[in-house]
């Protein structure tokens, strides 16, 4: 009899026909262990085929609490599918956020669920998210535990949640930000020569082989910030990437895996530009698999044209804005230009502007409107084909001027297109005092710090 129950059981088609079969089996009381395990078994293997569809996540080597949550799905949406409802806010969410962030996200909140009253009332509780949270407390943040806790009557150490610090995967990729932007101050703005078991080790990672994927979602979350912020992957900065890293799933092109890597590992990665990553990185989804593969279904274009755009940068020519900046003897060529036309002196600070010093201080800026960034407005403007945003240097003072200093750094402000054209045509006040600029536009006065220059 059992032998033949748990061969039925493997038979069936769906959702339905395993809640029949398990009513059925139930007023016969023909339940048993073994019968109660392969009907679990069937359930957890239709919530994962639902989980693929639905929300098209990756779910191969799931963590322990990963493989939990989507096998209380499978019992959920049976639930629902009894009382003749549906679970696509689930599936939504999942498809939103990924595993792990579903669970915290719809745990943290201020009335018990409806999926921990579901399972609760069919005597589940087992299977609800609150209680994987609390039996794998590794894998959630502080917060997603107190609720967790309270939900489940167990008692907390304090009498209020803790603060809303984002789900414990934003938490350690906001730890690996602040350990890559140290490590970056020290060598100068070079990131390089580490692997991913150090950065493991600085999460408490005791081996990758536990660990990897997690780190792995990790790198590859900051990995899509970078692409957003059109800077080389920071995940290639290290010695050896892991090995599913940009893998060519099919597409009809690869990643340059190479180039990219020389880009990420020549790069100058700067505080402001870990800003912008960390900004980026706070609006992503837990799990990476789900902004890049939107983004490949919807933009591929784009994505290719970032990765094929990155190339190594001369570290010549990488600079801070609080440095130095060394070029030819500018005083020299300015001596030269008292004398000529107005015409020569405009291609002469047209070739300045838009030469090797330009782009040094561009790229030293981050590729950022100076203006924008002292107005509190978005800084970075459209992504060029080479990986780079759009923007341009202006000289304060026009060469035509005729001032001894008109063509050297410390005269070049970074402006965003609309603002280069407002600085030569608007009604905008610029004055110097000492390192600054304050600039009167749009009835407003900033302050923009200026580049210096070494001559000679």
Request: hydrophobic share 40%; net charge neutral; proline share 4%.
């Amino acid at each position: 009899m059992a032998t033949d129950l748990l061969t039925i059981i493997a038979g069936v088609a769906d959702h339905k026909g395993l809640g029949i079969l398990e009513r059925r089996i139930a007023q016969r009381g023909a339940g048993t262990p073994e019968i109660n395990q392969a009907i679990e078994a069937r359930y957890a293997e239709f919530g994962r085929i639902m989980v693929e569809h639905k929300t098209g996540l990756d779910l191969a080597d799931l963590s322990p609490a990963e493989d939990r949550i989507v096998n209380a799905i499978g019992r959920y949406v049976a639930l629902q599918k009894r009382d003749g409802k549906n679970a696509e806010y689930t599936f939504r969410i999942l498809r939103n956020r990924g595993l792990i962030d579903s669970a915290e996200v719809t745990v943290a909140r201020s009335k018990v669920t409806q999926g921990f009253e579901v399972l609760d009332q069919a005597e589940m509780r087992a299977l609800s998210f609150e209680q994987i949270i609390v039996d794998h407390p590794q894998e959630f943040s502080a917060r997603a535990r107190w609720y967790a806790h309270r939900t489940l009557g167990l008692p907390n150490d304090s009498e209020k949640p803790p603060a809303d610090s984002g789900t414990l995967t934003q938490q350690r990729t906001e730890l690996v930000l602040d350990w890559l932007a140290e490590k970056a101050e020290r060598n100068g703005g070079i990131l390089k020569g580490y692997t991913n078991a150090d950065v493991g080790t600085m999460l408490g990672f005791e081996d990758l082989i536990r660990h990897g994927r997690v780190l792995g979602n990790i790198q590859s979350r900051l990995d899509f910030a970078c692409y957003q912020a059109g800077v080389p992957p920071l995940g290639l900065c290290v010695v050896e990437q892991f090995a599913n890293a940009w893998s060519q799933e099919g597409r009809k092109w690869s990643f340059p895996v190479a180039t990219m890597r020389q880009a990420a590992q020549t790069s100058k990665w700067f505080p402001s530009v870990f800003d912008e990553i960390r900004a980026n990185a706070r609006l992503l989804p837990g799990q990476a698999a789900i902004p890049w593969r939107k983004e490949l279904a919807e933009r591929e274009a784009a994505v290719r044209k970032w990765a094929e755009g990155l190339a190594p940068s001369a570290q010549a020519d990488v600079v801070d804005p609080a440095g130095k900046v060394d070029e030819e003897d500018l005083a020299e060529i300015e001596l030269k230009l008292l004398d000529r036309k107005p015409s020569v002196r405009e291609r002469v600070s047209k070739s300045i502007e838009r030469g090797s010093i330009g782009a040094r201080l561009k790229r030293a800026n981050g590729f950022r409107c100076q203006i924008c960034d002292a107005l509190g407005m978005e800084a970075l403007g459209f992504l060029k084909p080479d990986g780079e945003h759009y923007v341009e240097a202006h000289h304060v003072t026009p060469v035509s001027a005729l001032e001894i200093g008109s063509l050297s750094a410390t005269n070049i402000m970074i402006v965003c297109a609309n603002h280069h054209r407002q600085m030569h045509f608007g009604a905008v006040k610029v004055e110097r005092q000492g390192n600054q600029f304050i600039v009167t536009i749009d009835a407003k006065t900033i302050s923009i710090r200026r580049f210096r220059q070494s001559i000679g």
